[in-house]
């Protein structure tokens, strides 16, 4: 269904709002607002990040690598490592759906790696004078195990400006590393469901969007899922990811949204916050996992 142009420049204002820089430090100490240091040292281990990578001779020195860059991370409520990881996990599900001949082995690891990175010296408020982004920040942080300029440096920069939000940077995801590391970036909204859900978008409010009302928050879901749904869909086509699990991503999707604005979800209590959803899981969440229904085994445990 086409959007008419009030609604565009509605869908552009929500991007502003729902991606605006928090000017307060949005720190926690709670650590039932972040994550318990038990489950941290154990989810972003170098142990747990090794299975990830397809490289076996280098899997060791590559998880090291990332468990290193997320220690740059910072202790919010969202944005901090236990993210990180999801977002590698989230982009190990991604290219075990793509073509085979649009991704080599070794490129899927650096993406890998790119994906610790993408939030590497992550802070409220703008970024360091001289970079444009926090975006280009967090690609500075590759600069000391990678030559600028190269290969490899260049394909894990593209990827990580990609996770830059909103529509207007969609020039920013022209390639397929781009595409897929912006929805890892998201992967919450498509992989995880229920409470689960609920703990991404509840911590997510309370780091960046805490002055909204609940209500305003629920609208404000109302209005981003159904927008992120459309750039999914797209982009995933893009990327050769199969239909059915494009279908099921899109369904998840839908099924948070109808969740989450329901109004007779009240506010949750901060108990909703219990230690990260993802690192509880047995084994790797991918779109074959998504809901209740399951394609194939992954193959990848955790």
Same mark, same amino acid.
């Given at each position: 269904?086409?959007?008419?142009?009030?609604?565009?420049?509605?869908?552009?204002?929500?991007?502003?709002?729902?991606?605006?820089?928090?000017?307060?430090?949005?720190?926690?100490?709670?650590?039932?607002?972040?994550?318990?240091?038990?489950?941290?040292?154990?989810?972003?281990?170098?142990?747990?990040?090794?299975?990830?990578?397809?490289?076996?001779?280098?899997?060791?020195?590559?998880?090291?690598?990332?468990?290193?860059?997320?220690?740059?991370?910072?202790? +919010?409520?969202?944005?901090?490592?236990?993210?990180?990881?999801?977002?590698?996990?989230?982009?190990?599900?991604? *290219?075990?759906?793509?073509?085979?001949?649009?991704?080599?082995?070794?490129?899927?690891?650096?993406?890998?790696?790119?994906?610790?990175?993408?939030?590497?010296?992550?802070?409220?408020?703008?970024?360091?004078?001289? +970079?444009?982004?926090?975006?280009?920040?967090?690609?500075?942080?590759?600069?000391?195990?990678?030559?600028?300029?190269?290969?490899? +440096?260049?394909?894990?920069?593209?990827?990580?400006?990609? *996770?830059?939000?909103?529509?207007?940077?969609?020039?920013?995801?022209?390639?397929?590393?781009?595409?897929?590391?912006?929805?890892?970036?998201?992967? +919450?909204?498509?992989?995880?469901?229920?409470?689960?859900?609920?703990?991404?978008?509840?911590?997510?409010?309370?780091?960046?969007?805490?002055?909204?009302?609940?209500?305003?928050?629920?609208?404000?879901?109302?209005?981003?899922?159904?927008?992120?749904?459309?750039?999914?869909?797209?982009?995933?086509?893009?990327?050769?990811?199969?239909?059915?699990?494009?279908?099921?991503?899109?369904?998840?999707?839908?099924?948070?949204?109808?969740?989450?604005?329901?109004?007779?979800?009240?506010?949750?209590?901060?108990?909703?916050?219990?230690?990260?959803?993802?690192?509880?899981?047995?084994?790797?969440?991918?779109?074959?996992?998504?809901?209740?229904?399951?394609?194939?085994?992954?193959?990848?445990?955790?």
């Amino acid at each position: 269904m086409n959007r008419t142009t009030t609604e565009k420049i509605l869908d552009e204002k929500l991007w502003e709002q729902r991606n605006r820089a928090n000017q307060e430090d949005p720190t926690v100490t709670d650590p039932e607002l972040t994550v318990s240091a038990k489950v941290l040292d154990q989810y972003t281990s170098q142990e747990n990040l090794t299975a990830l990578f397809h490289n076996k001779e280098q899997a060791a020195s590559l998880a090291k690598l990332s468990a290193e860059l997320l220690t740059t991370y910072p202790n +919010y409520p969202y944005h901090q490592p236990a993210h990180g990881v999801d977002v590698m996990r989230s982009i190990r599900a991604l *290219t075990e759906v793509i073509p085979a001949d649009r991704m080599s082995s070794d490129q899927k690891d650096l993406l890998l790696v790119a994906a610790a990175a993408h939030d590497a010296g992550f802070e409220a408020g703008p970024p360091p004078d001289g +970079y444009a982004t926090k975006e280009h920040y967090a690609v500075s942080f590759l600069d000391e195990h990678y030559e600028p300029g190269s290969a490899e +440096y260049e394909f894990m920069k593209s990827a990580i400006i990609g *996770t830059i939000p909103g529509p207007k940077e969609q020039i920013c995801r022209d390639s397929i590393q781009a595409k897929l590391l912006h929805h890892a970036d998201l992967g +919450y909204v498509w992989q995880s469901g229920g409470q689960d859900f609920l703990n991404y978008a509840m911590r997510f409010r309370v780091e960046e969007c805490r002055k909204l009302s609940w209500r305003e928050f629920q609208k404000l879901e109302d209005l981003f899922l159904p927008n992120y749904q459309e750039y999914l869909e797209k982009d995933m086509r893009k990327c050769g990811v199969p239909e059915e699990v494009i279908e099921q991503m899109v369904r998840q999707v839908a099924e948070n949204r109808q969740f989450i604005t329901n109004p007779e979800l009240d506010e949750p209590s901060q108990e909703i916050f219990q230690d990260w959803p993802m690192a509880h899981s047995e084994e790797l969440l991918s779109p074959r996992h998504i809901g209740k229904t399951v394609l194939t085994s992954s193959g990848v445990s955790l």
